[in-house]
Each structure stands twice: as structure tokens, then as C-alpha cells.
């Protein structure tokens, strides 16, 4: 499957508009790569053909099928480590003089980032005044994450064997089931970054992690600002670890966590 260079500028331009993801200007392999069984199994003709259906209306559910195929979902339990070091030592120990808080994983995946932070609530207790909402544009990832199901393959990427028999359930072979006490302190719900709702309130913590690299400079401006404004004053922020603010974005605080680093409003 071949895409015209035509094709390639209007499929670019649709999946920016309506994700933020911005697509380089060679990447012409990954839509055919990502697409090419796509478009047979929902008896599409041609590319040509699927860009027009998406590109109106009455393609809505085409097209956030085509998001679901053309988000990067790459994850994995407690990543990078320092974030949940910072929260266990230093936010957490605070948000529960506090009393009832609330974090929000803002671009969560299929769930590891989530539910390592539950289980990081539940080592030290503070499973019942701390919620965390999780959040993705993929309708396809947030179904998985909802089902808390994973693979020994999956669990394999940062989890470790003490956390994994204290709170997983083997299910089959291959499969074990974060607990109900884990899931329970984690509401799923789709978010656009690009359209995040005022209704939704106020966070403690936001992770907004390995997902504005996909970005134009623009819309992560875009993005940063309406993250600070859902955080509350004192606030915190973590990015992924080669990620930072842009210069025209509000100003946060940096706070050195050694290593690595986490941005704060100021109170
Ligand atoms: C590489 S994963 C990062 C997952 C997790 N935060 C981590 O660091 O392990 C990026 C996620 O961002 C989501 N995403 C991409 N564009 C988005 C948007 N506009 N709004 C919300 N989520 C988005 C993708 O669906 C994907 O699940």
C-alpha cells in the first residue's frame, strides 16, 4: 500500500487537528505500517478512501478507531522510578495532613502508571483520602486499563515479584488481575489533552507523562497551560524524563527530585 504525498498532508493534517500528534514529515511507512490491516478489516477501498470518511462528521467513530491504531501506548509499571520515589517520601506524606486529594494521570495508557500509583497509595495508606483519575484519548487502551489484566510479558516490565503476589490475581497461564482494592481507587475517563474540561476540577498531582513528545511546540503550550490551570495552588506536575516546559507556557516551579524533576504551582 502506497500513500500520496496528497493523502499523506490531509491524513497528517486530520490527526493533528484532533489529537495533537504530529506526524514528521517521513513518516508515510508508519501510517501504511499502522493502517495497511485497517482498512481491510472494515471493507475500506483504498487510504484515499478512509481519509475522506474520517474527514467528516459522520466518521466520528472511524476516526477514533484510526486514533486508537495511530497512539503510541508504549508503557510500563513505576516508570523511571523517581516519580513514585518523590510521592512516596514527599507528596504523599503531605496530601494526607491535607485530607482528601486527587491525582490525575492524564495521558495513563493501558494502566501501569495508574495502578502503580494505587499501590503506592495503599503502602502508605492513603488509599482512603487520596483518588486518582486516569485519563487517555484511546478508547482502546482505557477499555484494557478498566479490565486491569495483564500478561506475564507485560508484568515482566517493572513490576516485582512482592508487589506482583501482593496485588494481582493469577487468573489463567499467562494472566494475572490488578485487585479490586487497587482498581477501586481509579476512575477511568476519556480526556482529549487538546479539549481537557473545565467541569473536572482541581488536582493535587498531575502525571502528564511521554505523551506531549508526540507534540507540536504549540499545542504542548497549548496543553501546559490548561494542566496548570486543573492544578491547585502548591500543586505538582511530572513530566516524562526528556521532557520539559516550553518557554511560552505559565510558569512552574522546578523541583529537583534527584534524579530527575517535577514542576510545582506556586502556592
Ligand atoms: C507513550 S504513552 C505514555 C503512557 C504513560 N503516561 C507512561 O508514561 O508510561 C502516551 C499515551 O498518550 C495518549 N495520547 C496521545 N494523544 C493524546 C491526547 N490528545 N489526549 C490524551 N491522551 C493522548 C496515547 O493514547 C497513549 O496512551
Same mark, same amino acid.
Given at each position: 500500500m502506497d500513500i500520496s504525498s496528497i493523502d499523506y498532508s490531509k491524513f497528517r493534517e486530520i490527526l493533528e487537528r484532533q489529537s495533537g500528534i504530529l506526524l514528521g514529515d517521513n513518516k508515510q511507512y508508519l501510517v501504511v505500517s499502522r493502517l495497511a490491516n485497517f482498512i481491510k478489516e472494515h471493507n475500506v477501498a483504498s487510504l484515499t478512501e478512509l481519509i475522506d470518511k474520517i474527514a467528516i462528521p459522520s466518521g466520528a467513530s472511524l476516526l477514533q478507531k484510526v486514533i486508537d491504531r495511530m497512539t503510541t501506548n508504549e508503557t510500563l509499571w513505576f516508570r523511571d522510578q523517581y516519580p513514585f520515589d518523590f510521592m512516596k517520601n514527599a507528596i504523599i506524606p503531605a496530601l494526607k495532613k491535607k485530607g482528601r486529594s486527587r491525582i490525575w494521570c492524564?495521558?495513563?495508557?493501558?494502566?501501569q502508571e495508574p495502578y502503580s500509583l494505587s499501590m503506592l497509595l495503599h503502602e502508605t495508606m492513603a488509599q482512603n483520602s487520596i483518588e486518582v483519575l486516569a485519563s487517555d484519548l484511546s478508547l482502546k487502551v482505557l477499555d484494557k486499563a478498566k479490565q486491569g489484566i495483564y500478561q506475564d510479558i507485560e508484568l515482566k516490565?517493572?513490576?516485582?515479584k512482592d508487589r506482583l503476589n501482593k496485588f494481582f490475581t493469577h487468573i489463567d497461564d499467562d494472566n494475572w488481575q490488578v485487585n479490586s482494592a487497587i482498581r477501586a481507587n481509579v476512575r477511568y475517563q476519556p480526556i482529549n489533552l487538546l479539549k #481537557?474540561? $473545565?467541569?473536572q476540577g482541581k488536582f493535587d498531582v498531575i502525571f502528564c507523562r511521554n505523551?506531549? #513528545? $508526540?507534540?507540536s511546540q504549540e499545542n504542548k503550550t497549548k496543553v501546559l497551560n490548561a494542566l496548570y490551570n486543573s492544578l491547585q495552588p502548591g500543586g505538582y506536575l511530572f513530566l516524562g524524563a526528556s521532557e520539559s516546559l516550553t518557554r511560552d507556557c505559565n510558569p512552574l516551579e522546578m523541583v529537583r527530585c534527584n534524579p530527575g524533576l517535577v514542576y510545582q504551582k506556586s502556592e
Open positions: 492524564a495521558a495513563c495508557s493501558s494502566g516490565r517493572g513490576m516485582p #481537557i474540561p $473545565y467541569t505523551v506531549l #513528545i $508526540y507534540f
